[in-house]
């Protein structure tokens, strides 16, 4: 079925815009290819699987409460550390990278557990206290 020319460039320019303000399109795919994972919600506590971890170092979870995904990082057996993908300069969503996440807006860079690394942001991501417990990674948002 043909797209009518307008409806085509009406979805390009949000696709655009999409691109612009966001940085990626989270609702496609993770940011940079990075997978979301299912995780369980008991309280204030998101239980994530380890072996979400199996694939990749790192994966976002669905977080509606604050409007954008948290990044979990794996860093090594053990450690982990959990950040909201919500840049603290002007709030566009941030990008996990393999060494750095960064900000497609004006260019902030943090390390992964979401220090940053260069401006115009000057504050740390948000951070989430997390945990281990057996076979699941335990992230605090309350
Ligand atoms: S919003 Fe991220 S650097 Fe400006």
């Not at 990082?73 to 450690?79: I, K, L, Q, S």
């Not at 982990?80 to 566009?92: E, I, K």
């Not at 220090?115 to 206290?129: C, M, N």
Request: glycine letters at 12%.
């Amino acid at each position: 079925m043909a797209v009518e020319r307008r409806t085509f460039l009406k979805r390009a320019r949000n696709v655009s815009l999409g691109v612009a303000v966001g940085g990626c399109l989270p609702w496609v795919s993770g940011c940079a290819g990075v997978p979301y994972a299912d995780f369980r919600r008991s309280g204030n506590v998101l239980r994530v699987p380890r072996a979400a971890f199996a694939t990749s170092p790192g994966v976002l979870l669905n977080f509606p409460d604050e409007g954008m995904p948290i990044y979990v990082h794996r860093h090594g057996e053990g450690r982990y550390s959990a950040v909201l993908t919500r840049c603290t300069h002007q709030g566009c969503q941030v990008d996990p990278d393999q060494d750095r996440i960064r900000c497609p807006c004006h260019g902030s860079e943090y390390s992964l557990d979401g220090r940053v690394l260069q401006g115009p942001a000057e504050r740390s991501l948000t951070r989430y206290a997390i945990s281990v417990e057996g076979d699941e990674i335990l992230v605090e948002v309350g």
